[in-house]
């Protein structure tokens, strides 16, 4: 009998919506529980037992709990590895090492930058908070010189880890579906290569289901 798994927390969450393109990827069943965050749900005593920091998602698989995203979607690839999607993390150590140094690149490199404009760009007008200016400009160079990284590798390669749509890829989609619909888009558009690679990634039908649920009400 087919598991189903838990995410707890709302779609439009970024970190959220890397774990349900992945499910979605790996054709995993899961049932996603809402937290609402305007409520402070994710502060309350019994979330923080799954989800100890106090920030979605959290997640359930039998009788385990994990947090982290990109650790969630390893293990998913992992653990479904015969089912759904079976390039995303990788057939061999050296498919798997790419990966993990381009996801590493995401995290390390890539989110802190565009993580803070989607905030700054997104979030901050719809939570009527006043957007800082001085952390825009920053971040916009950042990203800037991240995504000149990332058009000289596109180049080379269809995808970030090689010739494969991989965890590494995905995990770019949630912080890039935000930004390209604000006035930073451009950062995106206007480089031949990461342009290419975006309409490739977001194009995929497990990626429109997930803007698809950010869509409705929570
Ligand atoms: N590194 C974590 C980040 C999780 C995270 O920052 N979640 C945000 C929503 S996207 C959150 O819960 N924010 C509320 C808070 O930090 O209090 C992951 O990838 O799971």
Same mark, same amino acid.
């Given at each position: 009998?087919?598991?189903?798994?838990?995410?707890?927390?709302?779609?439009?969450?970024?970190?959220?919506?890397?774990?349900?393109?992945?499910?979605?990827?790996?054709?995993?069943?899961?049932?996603?529980?809402?937290?609402?965050? @305007? /409520?402070?749900?994710?502060?309350?005593? #019994?979330?923080?037992?799954?989800?100890?920091?106090?920030?979605?998602?959290?997640?359930? #698989?039998?009788?385990?709990?994990?947090?982290?995203?990109?650790?969630?979607?390893?293990?998913?690839?992992?653990?479904?590895?015969?089912?759904?999607?079976?390039?995303?993390?990788?057939?061999?150590?050296?498919?798997?090492?790419?990966?993990?140094?381009?996801?590493?690149?995401?995290?390390?490199?890539?989110?802190?930058?565009?993580?803070?404009?989607?905030?700054?760009? @997104?979030?901050?007008?719809?939570?009527?908070?006043?957007?800082?200016?001085?952390?825009?400009?920053?971040?916009? @160079?950042?990203?800037?010189?991240?995504? #000149?990284?990332?058009?000289?590798?596109?180049?080379?390669?269809?995808?970030?880890?090689?010739?494969?749509?991989?965890? @590494?890829?995905?995990?770019?989609?949630?912080?890039?579906?935000?930004?390209?619909?604000?006035? /930073?888009?451009?950062?995106?558009?206007?480089?031949?290569?990461?342009?290419?690679?975006? #309409?490739?990634?977001?194009?995929?039908?497990?990626?429109?289901?997930?803007?698809?649920?950010?869509?409705?009400?929570?």
């Amino acid at each position: 009998m087919a598991t189903t798994v838990k995410v707890f927390g709302p779609p439009m969450s970024t970190a959220v919506s890397r774990v349900l393109v992945c499910l979605l990827e790996k054709d995993v069943q899961f049932q996603l529980i809402n937290v609402s965050m @305007a /409520k402070g749900e994710h502060k309350k005593p #019994d979330y923080l037992k799954i989800q100890p920091f106090g920030q979605v998602p959290a997640f359930q #698989d039998e009788d385990i709990s994990l947090f982290e995203s990109r650790a969630i979607c390893r293990y998913i690839s992992d653990k479904y590895s015969k089912q759904g999607n079976n390039s995303l993390f990788g057939t061999n150590p050296l498919e798997k090492a790419s990966i993990d140094q381009w996801l590493e690149a995401e995290g390390q490199s890539f989110h802190p930058p565009s993580g803070a404009l989607v905030f700054q760009l @997104a979030f901050a007008p719809r939570m009527k908070i006043k957007q800082d200016e001085n952390l825009i400009k920053q971040s916009e @160079a950042k990203l800037s010189k991240v995504l #000149d990284v990332y058009e000289q590798r596109l180049g080379d390669s269809r995808f970030l880890a090689g010739d494969e749509f991989t965890l @590494a890829d995905l995990s770019h989609l949630p912080n890039t579906q935000y930004l390209v619909n604000t006035e /930073k888009g451009n950062l995106f558009k206007e480089r031949k290569n990461v342009g290419r690679w975006w #309409d490739e990634i977001s194009g995929r039908d497990s990626w429109k289901k997930v803007v698809e649920m950010q869509k409705s009400p929570a």
